[in-house]
């Protein structure tokens, strides 16, 4: 009796195999749906931008129109065409007297100076943009379909041209899945202030500082005029200097993209290809750090990088993005400001 | 009948356990190749972590409990 018993609990029971791979099938189909939470479905930020802390300040007029000294900028037989707004007296050479002048790596109007150089050595592939601009309105960031949240992206050329960019780079990707600590200050509004690691901030002046984790606080930086901040990072100079160690788990050869900082009004986008073997094998940070060295710049920053490592110039893609590029949550951008 | 759904429970949970831990294994290997990305760091693991040891508790007192009845 008790035989029959066991023999037939035995059979309505599975066979081991068959327990394991359903485990195992349980197991993808959890990671899937926990991934498409974690990653995948968008959850939007707050769109009444009156409810964010900070909110939007116009930029102060210290930042703009004071010219700077004149041992800065032509003293004698100054053509009295040129527009010594800005930072147009300083970088009076750059820009033209009204008229736009267009190449196929440059932009030159009298408000703006873009000058790309692609860099081909040691089986690293690199474009740079030289930037000048006169006013801190002339360096912009965007929001994929212009919307604040995570896991809400675009196509980086597509923001470009949907904001008349002259050219335009990916930004941090603030809305990627992750924890969720980030740091988002655009165009002078506070959305975010919650660091994970190095931030950026570029103030209303136009100076640009990098911030460690501990270091930044947002309401300061609020307080100070701060106009942008990214947190993605790491800091690429220590006082201008090249480091070695950064605050970064992803050190080895990658595609990257960066921003350099020379002077209020000078900066330049960096945009490394890589994971292309024969083309671009992608630069380390350390890599990254000596190159943004010998440019000459002061202060320099890691954006997100990979597939993301996006540049673009006029309306089509600079460089040649791993397995075609993807879309993320913002960019930084050039443009002509004609005000809101 | 609510001894039966507690029979049920009680034969999901050693699968559930091994589903988690499952997961958590998957996220630390993603977690040690890019720490970025918050696969253990956020609140929705957290939420598992705690599931997963409240059902590690529970299946090793069971197991207790039926070691000791068998004695």
């Not at chain 1, 993808?28 to 991934?35: H, I, M, Q």
């Not at chain 1, 005029?225 to 970064?248: E, I, V």
């Not at chain 2, 356990?17 to 693991?45: C, E, K, L, R, W």
């Not at chain 2, 069971?62 to 009845?69: E, P, T």
Request: aromatic share 10%; charged share 20%; with cysteine.
């Amino acid at each position: 009796m008790a035989n029959h018993v066991s023999r037939r609990r035995k059979k309505k029971m599975l066979p081991g195999y068959a327990l394991v791979f359903i485990d195992v099938c349980l197991i993808g189909v959890s990671l899937v749906v926990f991934s498409l939470f974690h990653h995948v479905i968008p959850r939007q930020g707050s769109e009444d931008l009156s409810k964010l802390p900070g909110g939007y300040r116009t930029p102060p007029v210290i930042a703009t129109t004071t010219p700077p000294a004149a041992t800065e900028g032509p003293t004698d037989n100054l053509d009295p065409s040129i527009d010594t707004s800005g930072w147009g007296y300083k970088f009076y050479d750059k820009f033209t007297t009204g008229e736009v002048e267009k190449t196929d790596t440059s932009y030159r109007s009298k408000d703006v100076s873009v000058t790309m150089t692609k860099v081909q050595e040691n089986g690293v592939t690199y474009y740079i943009q030289d930037i000048y601009i006169r006013s801190i309105d002339n360096i912009r960031t965007a929001f994929a379909q212009d919307k604040y949240g995570r896991g809400i992206t675009e196509n980086t050329l597509e923001m470009a041209v949907r904001n008349n960019a002259i050219c335009a780079i990916n930004g941090d990707y603030y809305g990627a899945g992750g924890s969720g600590d980030c740091v988002v200050i655009r165009n002078g509004y506070l959305y975010k202030s919650s660091p994970d690691g190095d931030v950026l901030v570029l103030y209303y002046d136009g100076t640009m500082k990098t911030y460690s984790k501990d270091e930044f606080d947002g309401d300061t930086a609020m307080a100070n005029n701060a106009y942008q901040a990214w947190c993605f990072g790491p800091a690429l100079l220590k006082d201008g200097k090249a480091m070695t160690d950064f605050d970064s788990d992803v050190k080895r050869a990658n595609p990257r993209s960066a921003i350099g900082y020379y002077e209020p009004g000078h900066y330049c986008f960096l945009t490394v290809d890589g994971r292309q073997p024969g083309y671009s094998d992608g630069m380390t940070l350390a890599q990254m750090s000596e190159l943004f060295e010998s440019l000459g710049c002061v202060e320099a920053y890691n954006l997100d990088g990979g597939q993301t490592a996006m540049m673009t110039f006029g309306d089509s893609v600079a460089n040649q993005p791993y397995n075609g590029g993807r879309s993320c949550s913002d960019i930084i951008y050039i443009c002509e400001w004609e005000g809101v | 009948m609510s001894k039966k759904i507690f029979k049920a429970l009680i034969k999901m949970l050693p699968h559930l356990n091994i589903i988690i831990s499952g997961m958590y294994i998957v996220f630390y290997i993603i977690d040690v190749q890019n720490s970025a990305m918050a696969f253990i760091n956020n609140p929705g693991t957290k939420i598992l972590l705690l599931i997963l040891s409240l059902g590690s508790i529970i299946s090793s007192i069971l197991l207790i409990a039926y070691q000791r009845s068998s004695m």
